[in-house]
């Protein structure tokens, strides 16, 4: 239990609490007018005390971190199972709380006697393991719960939702981090709570995968539409040829300059032929010009004038013959040239027939050659071809693989969920002991209210997990929602106890009243009051003083703390100044 609160800003209003209920009031002054207000007195600054001493986070914004406070520790004298322990914390080195503990003591085994500065991480720690009996040897609990995450359900906090589900002490908090927390407070198999949160968490996994894999992006990467099996069992077949091809592939050292010599001799082979294909044609010209001189007819021009009855002069005779003579000799000549001329294109074609079947021998070697052997460049080609191959036969395996995995995965983990199902059902069946405390303890909470409102649902969802709620029987009451948080910690408090756990300290912040009738916030005080002392927690309540109901103000009155905050002046606020 919480003994003392105070702080080394001389301003603060101390505060020193007793066993039971304690209710820290808010009061209006004589001097107040309709304009003044309560809500900046500090109740709400009181219940982040408790949270800044029990380990909470300090941000920027916090009013811890404020410039009127920033320097001054805040204080909180505890006392667990009579051994007492002073916490000291301050926001210039919120990361850190200052503890002293008792000459003696089991706190002093463990931290040391005066001044002890450590890590709020370890604080947190000691808190999760000595209250809440937390093992954080076993990692499954280590991973799922800490201190942080149970605490704030003894001391809720309405800035985090903290009153807007009885399940629930801030507005985001996921369902299945709720389930495993309230299955660890209750008593209940909270590991199978975890399994349940992981089980989902990889049927998200696989379900985002099969999103993903009908986006067009996926599509054209997992080539949508080919069978993977027929496309691996070609590229199969392909690689292996290309294999062979390889194996029997010889590299020639001088391939390149035998493939420029081939060329070479191509290309003289083929200009070669060219000219003989030319000077056959000339050949042939010349042999035709050489019958047609053959064939000039010798003419006898006397006899060709006798046959006409017409006589000659002599010298014209004479001067024909000569004539004759001249050209007979110009033909003689001229064949002679063209039978030079043939011998001489004929000569050539001959010499160019030997060139040309050398050149051809000699081709045929370098051709030998290059059909027996490969470039490097080709033998790279080949190689490049089968890397293509073979990366293309590995992603559609992967693929495959992939595939398949994912089949697998998606079966897998229905078995699962039936199995865990099947578990969850049979863990309740064995927990029922405490299953039935804490569903009669709201009960019990339930009836001493004016109407019975609440009821404890703990059970399966239609899915198989954990399903811990409130239920309410009367949805037309006033404050409904407001009942059954009180119900369900009133519930919480008393199963730490049951549980053989060090938690006994609920805080519930006057917003947990506000929409709530008079005569059910006194029989929630009533109730408070009786079953605190009855199983022995500390039950701390801030309230404005209108809405302590007058009917329990007589019953109640040594329960109301020494300090009343007031707005008569700054001096009357629990910091004793306004910020």
């Not at 109740?43 to 404020?66: M, Q, R």
């Not at 063209?338 to 000569?347: D, R």
């Not at 969850?424 to 409102?453: C, F, G, R, T």
Request: aromatic share 10%; hydrophobic share 35%; net charge negative.
């Amino acid at each position: 239990m919480i003994r003392k609160i105070s702080s080394t800003l001389s301003t603060f209003n101390e505060i020193v609490f007793h066993e039971g209920l304690n209710i820290l009031l808010a009061d209006v002054t004589q001097e107040s007018t309709d304009k003044d207000t309560r809500n900046g007195l500090g109740k709400t600054t009181f219940t982040e005390i408790i949270h800044f001493l029990f380990g909470g986070s300090c941000t920027k914004n916090s009013i811890f971190k404020l410039e009127q406070f920033i320097n001054h520790y805040f204080i909180m004298d505890l006392e667990i199972q009579g051994e007492k322990i002073t916490v000291k914390r301050r926001g210039f080195d919120s990361n850190y709380v200052y503890l002293e503990c008792e000459e003696g003591s089991y706190f002093e085994s463990i931290f040391g006697a005066l001044n002890n500065k450590i890590k709020i991480a370890e604080w947190n720690r000691f808190l999760g393991e000595y209250l809440f009996n937390l093992n954080f040897k076993d990692e499954q609990i280590n991973g799922n719960l800490k201190f942080r995450t149970l605490f704030p359900y003894f001391s809720r906090l309405a800035k985090d939702g903290g009153f807007l589900e009885a399940e629930k002490y801030f507005k985001t908090q996921k369902i299945h981090i709720t389930q495993i927390v309230l299955t660890y407070l209750l008593g209940l198999d909270t590991e199978l709570a975890i399994s349940y949160k992981r089980l989902e968490e990889k049927k998200k996994e696989v379900s985002d995968f099969r999103k993903a894999l009908n986006t067009e992006a996926y599509k054209n990467i997992m080539h949508e539409g080919i069978n993977l099996d027929t496309e691996i069992t070609i590229l199969s077949k392909e690689i292996q040829t290309s294999k062979n091809e390889l194996a029997n592939f010889q590299v020639h050292p001088k391939y390149k300059e035998i493939e420029i010599e081939a060329n070479e001799y191509t290309r003289k082979i083929a200009d070669l032929s060219n000219k003989n294909f030319i000077d056959r044609q000339i050949i042939s010209d010349l042999k035709a010009a050489s019958d047609n001189e053959e064939n000039i007819t010798d003419i006898n021009i006397v006899d060709l004038y006798n046959e006409v009855n017409v006589r000659l002069p002599d010298a014209l005779v004479k001067y024909f013959d000569a004539s004759k003579a001249f050209h007979e000799q110009l033909v003689r000549n001229r064949k002679n040239y063209l039978a030079n001329e043939l011998e001489k294109y004929e000569s050539d074609i001959q010499q160019r027939e030997k060139l040309i079947e050398k050149l051809s021998l000699e081709q045929s070697k370098n051709m030998e050659i290059l059909n027996t052997h490969g470039a490097l460049e080709q033998h790279s080609l080949l190689q490049a071809r089968l890397n293509e191959l073979v990366s293309k036969h590995e992603m559609y395996q992967n693929q495959q693989r992939f595939l398949t995995s994912l089949r697998e995965e998606e079966a897998n983990l229905k078995i699962s969920e039936q199995k865990l199902i099947l578990e969850i059902n049979k863990s309740l069946e064995q927990h029922s002991k405490i299953k039935n405390e804490a569903i009669l303890l709201v009960e019990e909470v339930s009836k001493s209210l004016y109407d019975s409102v609440a009821q404890l649902s703990i059970g399966q969802t239609k899915s198989g997990r954990y399903d811990i709620k409130m239920i309410s029987r009367n949805q037309g009451s006033t404050g409904i929602n407001s009942m059954l948080i009180y119900c369900f910690d009133m519930m919480l408090i008393q199963m730490s106890l049951f549980l053989n756990r060090k938690m006994d300290i609920l805080v519930h912040d006057s917003t947990l009243f506000d929409p709530v009738d008079e005569r059910q916030i006194a029989e929630a005080l009533r109730f408070g009051k009786e079953k605190s002392l009855e199983v022995g927690f500390q039950y701390i309540v801030t309230l404005n003083s209108d809405d302590l109901p007058e009917n329990i103000k007589d019953e109640v009155k040594n329960n109301i703390l020494p300090v009343i905050l007031t707005d008569s002046d700054e001096s009357g606020c629990l910091m004793g100044l306004y910020f």
